[in-house]
Every structure is written in C-alpha cells, then in structure tokens.
Nanobody, 126 residues
Framework: QLQLSESGGGWVQHGGFLRLSCVVSGSTSDDYTIGWFRQAPGKEREAISCISDSDGTRYYANSVRGRFTISRDNAANTVYLQMNSLKPEDTAGYYC???????????????????WGQGTQVTVSS
C-alpha cells in the first residue's frame, strides 16, 4: 500500500505561482504512477497531470498544459507540481493519487487510482 501527503497549497494572486509536493511512503519499491487531481466546489474532480515511474511519461490536461509542470524525485519518493501563471479558475482542492503500474487511462480517471492524499487548497485571487 501507499500513503500520500500533499503540501504547498495556499493563496496567490492571478499570475502567481505555487509548487505542490506529494510525498509517497509505504510499499514504494514497485513502479507506481502519480496523478494530480483537482476539484472545485460544485464541479467534478478533474485529472490535471500524471507521471509514470519508469520513463517519466507525463500527461497534462488542456486546461493546465504549458503552465503546470509535473516532476518526480524517486530517491525522495516525492512528486512535484509546479504551477505557473495561475488563474482564478485554478482555485480548487488539489489531490495527489497513486496507482501501481506505469500507465493510465486516456484521459486519466480517478477510479483507477487506489491511494489518495488528504488534499491541499489552492486559491487564486483575481
């Protein structure tokens, strides 16, 4: 099993940046994929980025491509989400999730990720 813990959320002005971190613990010796999801009040949860373990294959939702960058430090079992040029519509709870294996559905589905962190809030003011 895997345990995940996010940090790095907060309040930022339009155009600002934040970096979210997701620390993974537990049975990390097998390949696992990390996904970042977000959910705003009254909206469905959205997969915004994923990164595989072995070759670093990445996925970005159209809504964040070009502004967000996902990366991972396998030695530290940590995945980062660098969020630049933030917009008010990026305001949401952000969650990292994990699944064993190297691939994901197209687009990624929250149903395929078995392990979830507690979430961190990102608020972008206009």
């Amino acid at each position: 099993q895997l345990q995940l813990s996010e940090s790095g959320g907060g309040w930022v002005q339009h155009g600002g940046f934040l970096r979210l971190s997701c620390v993974v613990s537990g049975s990390t010796s097998d390949d696992y994929t990390i996904g970042w999801f977000r959910q705003a009040p009254g909206k469905e949860r959205e997969a915004i980025s994923c990164i595989s373990d072995s070759d670093g294959t990445r996925y970005y939702a159209n809504s964040v491509r070009g502004r967000f960058t996902i990366s991972r430090d396998n030695a530290a079992n940590t995945v980062y989400l660098q969020m630049n040029s933030l917009k008010p519509e990026d305001t949401a709870g952000y969650y990292c999730a994990a699944k064993y294996g190297r691939s994901w559905f197209a687009p990624p589905s929250d149903n395929e990720f078995a392990y979830w962190g507690q979430g961190t809030q990102v608020t972008v003011s206009s």
